[in-house]
C-alpha cells in the first residue's frame, strides 16, 4: 500500500497570505497526484491533477508541484473561501488501490 | 451540465442489506471510470474502489473487498454501492466521483455527487 501523508496536519495563515501545503508518498507515484478542497459540509472539489495541472474553473493562485515521492500545493493569496481541509491522493498505483493523505485543515489566524 | 446525483440519506439497523445509487448525466456514462469514497463522521477521505461501466471492471481498495460491492446500470447510467449486511461501522458519508479522463485508469476525480449520509444504528 502506498501511504500518503500530509504536513502539517493544521496550518494558521492569514487571508492574503501565501499558505503551502506538503504531501509525501511512502513511494513513487510519478506524478499521479491530486489535491482535493472540501470546504464543510460540501463534496470534495478537484483543484490540481497530475501533480501540477490547475482543474477547469481553478484560479491561478492554486499551483502544484512536485514528482516521485513530495508534492506541494501553494496557495498565493489566501481568500475566505480556501480556509478548508484539503487531501492529497495518488493514483499511480494501477491495478491496485488509490489513497487519500490524512488532510490539512487550512484556518484563519 | 455534467452531474452526479445521488441517492437520499438512509437509516438503517445492523444486518440490514443496502444499497446507494449515484446517477450520470451530461457525459458517456460507459467511458469513464466512477469510484466510491468513504468518509466517516469529522474524519478524512477513503478511497472504496472503483468501476468501469462499459465492462464493469471493478477494483477494489483491501479495507472495503468483500465488505462492499460496486456496480454499474449502463441503460440508465448508475453507479451503485451495496452491502449485504451493515455494521455500525458503515455510518458515514458515501460519495461517488468520476475520473477525469474517458477510459483512463490512473486518474483524479473530477466531478463528485452530493453524497450519502449512511447511518447504521439499533
Known amino acids: 500500500e502506498i501511504v500518503m501523508t500530509q504536513s502539517p496536519a493544521t496550518l494558521s495563515v492569514s487571508p492574503g497570505e501565501r499558505a503551502t501545503l506538503s504531501c509525501r508518498a511512502s513511494q513513487s507515484v510519478s506524478t499521479n497526484l491530486a489535491w482535493y478542497r472540501q470546504k464543510p459540509g460540501q463534496a470534495p472539489r478537484l483543484l490540481i491533477y497530475?501533480?501540477?495541472t490547475r482543474a477547469t474553473g481553478i484560479p491561478a493562485r492554486f499551483s502544484g508541484s512536485g514528482s516521485e515521492t513530495e508534492f506541494t500545493l501553494t496557495i498565493s493569496s489566501l481568500q475566505s473561501e480556501d480556509f478548508a481541509v484539503y487531501y492529497c491522493?495518488?493514483?499511480?498505483?494501477?491495478?491496485?488501490?488509490?489513497?487519500f493523505g490524512q488532510g490539512t485543515k487550512l484556518e484563519i489566524k | 451540465e455534467v452531474q452526479l446525483v445521488q441517492s437520499g440519506a438512509e437509516v438503517k439497523k445492523p444486518g440490514e442489506s443496502l444499497k446507494i445509487s449515484c446517477k450520470a448525466s451530461?457525459?458517456?456514462?460507459?467511458?469513464?471510470?466512477i469510484g466510491w469514497v468513504r468518509q466517516m463522521p469529522g474524519k478524512g477521505l477513503e478511497w472504496m474502489g472503483i468501476?468501469?461501466?462499459?465492462?464493469?471492471?471493478?477494483v477494489y481498495s483491501p479495507s472495503f473487498q468483500g465488505q462492499v460491492a460496486i456496480s454499474a446500470d449502463r441503460s440508465i447510467s448508475t453507479a451503485y454501492l451495496q452491502w449485504s449486511s451493515l455494521k455500525a461501522s458503515d455510518t458515514a458519508m458515501y460519495y461517488c466521483?468520476?475520473?477525469?479522463?474517458?477510459?483512463?485508469?490512473?486518474?483524479?476525480?473530477?466531478?463528485w455527487g452530493q453524497g450519502t449520509m449512511v447511518t447504521v444504528s439499533s
Open positions: 497530475g501533480a501540477s
Open positions: 466521483a468520476r475520473h477525469e479522463s474517458p477510459h483512463k485508469q490512473r486518474d483524479a476525480l473530477d466531478v
Open positions: 491522493q495518488q493514483y499511480n498505483n494501477w491495478p491496485s488501490w488509490y489513497t
Open positions: 468501476i468501469y461501466p462499459d465492462d464493469s471492471d471493478t
Open positions: 451530461g457525459y458517456r456514462f460507459s467511458s469513464y471510470w
